[in-house]
């Protein structure tokens, strides 16, 4: 049984330390690559809106600033 035991926790830390390198290698997505994402979910606002957005969520070169600031959350 520890065995079982053993060998199901060490699958899943590999799958698991997997899972995060994969999500880290491709980097951030740009604003070019969410819009069609973005339109579909948003569909009453324009692309500046969407801009302003996701500038807001992931500052002006892509990179994720950390927690969304209460501002944010109310602009949106």
């Known amino acids: 049984m520890k065995k079982v035991t ?18 880290n290698t491709n980097g951030p997505l740009s604003f070019e690559q969410m819009l069609p994402h973005m339109k579909s979910m948003h569909p009453d606002l324009s692309e500046r809106q969407l801009q302003d957005m996701y500038n807001a969520c992931h500052g002006a070169n892509g990179e994720k600033t950390g927690q969304p600031s209460q501002t944010m959350m109310n602009r949106f």
């Open 6 to 23: 053993g060998g199901l926790l060490a699958a899943a830390l590999v799958l698991g330390a997997g899972t995060a390198v994969l999500a």
